[in-house]
């Protein structure tokens, strides 16, 4: 049986996934890596550390499936910059990953010197720490190392194009449109690096990689690295390669990854959106890995709240019990809680936000903590829901979900309440993966079209329960838990 190999290199970690030609699970494998806080608001990864983690992810996931797959799908995390010797294939830096505040004060300079709707109307973006331009102009504020990317001695890139580069020897140095649509340089309707956004940013072109479409091969692997050459065939953002694994290939289609953040996403078709304030346009796939457009919304802090609970408070012992304690309580007990641990992204795109709790009183339980930060992942889902149906002009009619949070019944069936429409999550929650597997496959002939290579999909459906009223005091409550968080974060 033909098969495809996918990588879904993430924050924390690398899931290497074989998909047979009938979408089945051969072979799995998963490796975690460091994650680097050099000060407050700082994080970093080591970027020789992911590439040797995510090749023995492939390397056990080949081994366990007893195949050689056809080729190669690489899904990555957007927006975390790697810079790196082209001779040599060494990084210069540790990667500056997206998640990371140290250009606050540059997004802010930026607004205030209202470029902020030129950057809209190019990009799709706004200005914030979290996208890739700001960081690369971190990285090169050094001369000398400037100097050296505009003689084309240094290469930069989101972290598929760093993956290609080290898997191909460097004869590759190449991105897609959907990772290129995460850097604020890249121009939506050109579908190019925008020389005025480079010469804002001060980012010589030399030193950026080739825009490929997602679907089609772009250079054979090394065999060292895998034990044979493989064709790398697929490349897509984390985000829009599971937009596309959940088979949201229709304008109108949705999906959430419920991850270290939630990032919901809307399908809008072959023409650039113009979404509402605050939320976000960005590249996706077409059916057959075509370019396309979606609306996002981005939550930076999603599982990674429960994760505090966990590592922080030291109040459950795995995530997996929190769906035990939010069913011991009615409710939160008037807690709300919103985990702007890093700032807050759409809608409200405020770095300087943190993590706030309201309503804590003597009768508050490690159980009503633990059902807040689920339903916080819930209500910031069900805000931005409501702003993309509004932007594309048409009701979402269901919700996919996937990602590692999407496991959690009492979460899936509280989104569905909160949105008032049902929540479909797949038999195979890995849905990044999946879709990295699927681009490659269609380019490489696994599968013939899109609709054989999502034949067969299952899917457990959660159908909204709760009244119009009491879903409204509950979205109301967290309104206020917000404007609280937002009047700190605002104050002078």
């Known amino acids: 049986m033909a098969s495809s190999l996918a990588l879904d290199q993430g924050t924390t970690g690398s899931t290497a996934l074989v998909i047979g030609q009938d979408g089945s699970v051969l072979g799995r494998g998963y490796r975690e890596f460091t994650q680097h806080f050099p000060q407050p608001g700082w994080v970093e990864h080591d970027p020789e550390e992911i590439f040797r983690v995510s090749v023995e992810a492939m390397r056990q996931a080949m081994a366990a499936s007893g195949e050689r797959p056809v080729g190669l799908g690489i899904a990555n995390q957007r927006e975390t910059v790697v810079l790196w010797d082209r001779r040599t294939l060494l ?20 607004r205030a010197a209202g470029l902020e709707p030129m950057l809209r109307e190019r990009t799709g973006l706004v200005a914030d720490p979290y996208f890739s331009a700001t960081k690369l102009e971190w990285l090169l504020r050094d001369a000398g190392l ?18 290609v580069a080290k898997l191909t020897g460097g004869r590759a140095h190449v991105t897609d449109h959907t990772n290129a649509s995460r ?17 804002q940013f001060g980012v010589p072109r030399e030193v950026l990689p080739t825009v490929v479409r997602s679907a089609g091969v772009v250079e054979q692997t090394d065999p060292g690295h895998l034990g044979w050459s493989l064709p ?19 304008p109108g289609l949705a999906k959430n990854t419920y991850g270290t953040g939630a990032f919901l996403l809307v399908l809008a078709g072959d023409r650039v959106p113009s979404p509402a304030q605050g939320l976000l346009a960005t590249a996706a796939c077409g059916p057959a890995g075509e370019p396309s457009y979606a609306v996002e919304g981005s939550v930076f802090v999603a599982g990674a709240a429960v994760q505090w609970l966990r590592d922080g408070l030291g109040i459950i012992g795995q995530a997996a019990e929190t769906e035990a304690l939010a069913r011991t309580v009615p409710d939160t007990g008037g807690v ?25 009183t003597r009768g508050t339980s490690r159980a009503h ?23 594309i002009g048409q009701t979402v009619p269901a919700l996919r979900v996937d990602g590692g949070a999407a496991a959690n019944n009492w979460l899936m069936q509280f989104q569905a309440d909160m ?31 899109t609709g054989e290579f999502l034949q067969g999909r299952k899917f457990t459906r959660f159908e909204p329960e709760m009244g119009v009223e009491h879903r409204e005091d509950c979205l109301a409550g967290w309104r ?7 009047a700190w974060a605002r104050a002078p």
């Open 91 to 110: 990084p210069v830096a540790r990667a500056i990953v997206w998640q990371d505040r140290r250009t606050t004060d540059r997004c802010r300079e930026l």
């Open 146 to 163: 400037r100097g050296r990317a505009a003689k084309g001695e240094l290469a930069a890139g989101t972290i598929e194009s760093w993956l």
């Open 183 to 199: 850097t604020l340089l890249y121009d939506l309707r050109s579908r190019d690096w925008s020389p005025e956004l480079l010469q």
């Open 232 to 250: 790398i065939a697929g490349l897509a953002g984390d985000q829009q390669a599971a937009l596309f694994g959940q088979g949201c290939v229709s």
């Open 336 to 360: 709300y809680f919103v985990p702007a641990f890093v700032g807050m992204g759409t809608p409200y795109w405020e770095p300087e936000a943190r993590g706030t709790i309201t309503g804590l």
């Open 369 to 391: 903590l633990a059902r807040a930060a689920l339903e916080a992942m819930a209500y910031s889902s069900a805000e931005l829901l409501q702003a993309m149906s509004s932007t």
């Open 419 to 449: 949105l008032g429409i049902p929540v479909e999550r797949p038999d195979l929650v890995e849905t990044t993966a999946l879709g990295a597997a699927g681009l490659a496959g269609l380019a490489l002939g696994v599968w013939q079209t």
């Open 480 to 486: 206020r838990a917000v404007s609280a968080t937002l």
